[in-house]
């Protein structure tokens, strides 16, 4: 059973000879034809969109980083129960000042610019 197997022979098809391998190189074809001039210089190769998405995503990144600074900004320097002044951050603005923080309420409501966007009509 064993020797109908190939157990105990070699198998046939397999040889003993080398490949042949070829004793030059093949030329290698850059694309420059016989019109190209050696000292022209070459147009860049025209772009592909291999890197679109990721121009896309730093793009998207970059916008939505901006946006959050921009309202950064906006709540620490327009926002009416913000204070800087030291006197002031002890004391409750809408008893002590209520004129003042209508004031700066509506400073802060005229000046947001997502608000702005939000009401525009077509």
Same mark, same amino acid.
């Given at each position: 059973?064993?020797?109908?197997?190939?157990?105990? $022979?070699?198998?046939?098809?397999?040889?003993?000879?080398?490949?042949?391998? $070829?004793?030059?190189?093949?030329?290698?074809?850059?694309?420059?034809?016989?019109?190209?001039?050696?000292?022209?210089?070459?147009?860049?190769?025209?772009? *592909?969109?291999?890197?679109?998405?990721?121009?896309?995503?730093?793009?998207?990144?970059?916008?939505?980083?901006?946006?959050?600074?921009?309202?950064?900004?906006?709540?620490?320097?327009?926002?009416?129960?913000?204070?800087?002044?030291?006197?002031?951050? /002890?004391?409750?603005?809408?008893?002590?000042?209520?004129?003042?923080?209508? /004031? /700066?309420?509506?400073?802060?409501? *005229?000046?947001?610019?997502?608000? $702005?966007?939000?009401?525009?009509?077509?």
């Amino acid at each position: 059973m064993l020797s109908r197997l190939g157990a105990g $022979k070699s198998p046939t098809f397999a040889t003993s000879t080398t490949p042949k391998m $070829k004793a030059f190189a093949l030329p290698l074809d850059l694309g420059h034809g016989e019109d190209a001039k050696p000292g022209a210089a070459r147009a860049p190769p025209p772009l *592909k969109g291999d890197f679109v998405p990721m121009y896309v995503a730093l793009g998207l990144i970059g916008l939505s980083a901006t946006l959050g600074l921009y309202t950064a900004m906006h709540q620490l320097s327009h926002a009416p129960n913000v204070r800087v002044r030291k006197s002031l951050r /002890e004391t409750i603005p809408e008893v002590v000042v209520p004129e003042l923080t209508v /004031e /700066e309420g509506d400073k802060f409501i *005229k000046k947001s610019w997502f608000r $702005k966007l939000a009401h525009i009509q077509y």
